[in-house]
């Protein structure tokens, strides 16, 4: 079944530490994007990219980076410059821009 | 940029009662989207309407699309225990979605 895979589930920070997080999809779609969501509340996005190579600030990119080397693979990583990376993280994808998004089921992060 | 705000904030409903959600949004849309997030998953897709239409339906979900008011509600009909989940729209500008900050809706068995 086509879909997307987020990993780990759970991760756990040491200060000081950058930590990445997982992000592939087999739906072949173009864009793919990072959102960070605090307890109660909706979602807020990181980064996006539409095409292998690019991608472009969200929201709140600061203390965060982002590759998109491969069409399948968006990984994320939450650098020690980010004070309160305790959230859990969404990645999504979409065939193209402004169409529907597949979600992971997400990384829970916590600080050690 | 700038997040919707959905209403209510909670719902609580008994099984076979309908439940209408409400979201209002700030830009000019090209679409507005309906998601639903059980609790610790991520988002699953429920409906899109573009910006030119006024209702959608699907199964027993009905949109609905003000754009003069820069409003839509989610109705469900019938509802269900396995409805229990938070509910967020997102209005769709450009190359990204803006999610709301969700409606949590429980039905109560």
């Known amino acids: 079944d086509g879909g997307i895979t987020q990993s780990p589930k759970y991760l756990f920070r040491k200060e000081g530490q950058n930590v990445t997080l997982s992000c592939e999809q087999n739906?072949?779609?173009?864009?793919m994007y990072w959102y960070r969501q605090d307890p109660g509340q909706g979602l807020r996005l990181i980064y996006y990219?539409?095409?292998?190579?690019?991608?472009q600030k969200g929201d709140i990119a600061e203390g965060y980076s982002v590759s998109r080397e491969k069409k399948e693979s968006f990984p994320l990583t939450v650098t020690s410059a980010q004070k309160n990376p305790t959230a859990f993280y969404l990645c999504?994808?979409?065939?193209?821009?402004?169409?529907?998004?597949?979600f992971g089921d997400g990384t829970r992060l916590s600080i050690l | 940029s700038q997040q919707g705000e959905e209403d209510p904030q909670a719902l609580s409903i008994q099984e076979g009662e309908n439940a209408t959600m409400n979201c209002s949004y700030k830009?000019?849309?090209?679409?507005l989207q309906w998601y639903r997030q059980n609790s610790g998953r991520g988002l699953v897709h429920l409906i899109l309407?573009?910006?030119?239409?006024r209702e959608k339906h699907s199964g027993r979900l009905r949109v609905t699309l003000d754009t003069s008011k820069k409003s839509s509600s989610l109705l469900i009909t019938a509802s269900r225990a396995a409805d229990t989940a938070s509910y967020f729209c997102?209005?769709?500008?450009?190359?990204?979605?803006?999610f709301g900050e969700g409606t949590q809706l429980t039905v109560n068995p």
């Open positions: 997102a209005e769709t500008s450009g190359s990204r979605l803006t």
């Open positions: 990219s539409q095409i292998v190579n690019d991608f």
């Open positions: 999504a994808s979409s065939i193209e821009k402004s169409q529907p998004q597949h």
């Open positions: 739906l072949n779609h173009d864009a």
């Open positions: 309407i573009r910006s030119n239409e």
């Open positions: 830009t000019s849309i090209n679409n």
